[in-house]
């Protein structure tokens, strides 16, 4: 799954790239991101039994006292869905894919990248993507979302990564 998500982000990349208009918020993003995925599933024998949602609770212990929102959340459907009486009714705690979509504008602050980077710490059986897409190359913010982000993925190894996007500011740049 991982390389599924790999290869939807760069195909997010490209189709950026290619028209700067394509996506003007954060939400275009997430919706873009989410029906790529899908659409590599359904073209994936063996991943056919995995499903894209976007905007669910997620509770991330098993006590589930402790719950987020999260852009997409990627999960196998065949897995064991506990009842509940909160959110949708019903909780999901196994192996799973969470990506956190983050739009960081010219004079944005990168601290909402670093929360959901923080987020990490309470997924008990997911793997985090956190995609941040930059209206403006700004390399100083992008070095520092990496490097906040290998502090974590030390603590958290092959569980968590970081991709971003640049949006050109001209149509073929």
Wanted: include cysteine; proline fraction near 1%.
């Amino acid at each position: 799954m991982i390389e599924v998500i790999k290869k939807a982000i760069h195909i997010c990349r490209k189709g950026i790239r290619s028209n700067k208009i394509s996506i003007l918020s954060e939400g275009d993003l997430e919706r873009h991101l989410a029906n790529t995925i899908e659409e590599i599933i359904k073209n994936t024998e063996d991943l056919k039994d995995w499903k894209v949602h976007t905007q669910i609770s997620y509770y991330m212990t098993s006590d589930s006292t402790l719950k987020y929102r999260v852009d997409i959340l990627i999960m196998n459907e065949k897995s064991k869905m506990l009842d509940s009486t909160l959110h949708k009714g019903f909780k999901y705690q196994e192996e799973s894919f969470v990506l956190e979509v983050k739009y960081l504008h010219q004079n944005g602050s990168i601290n909402g990248v670093k929360k959901d980077i923080d987020k990490i710490t309470y997924l008990e059986n997911a793997t985090l993507f956190v995609v941040t897409l930059f209206d403006i190359e700004n390399e100083k913010k992008q070095k520092s979302i990496e490097d906040y982000c290998k502090l974590k993925q030390d603590e958290y190894p092959s569980r968590l990564y970081s991709e971003y996007i640049i949006k050109p500011l001209h149509q073929g740049h």
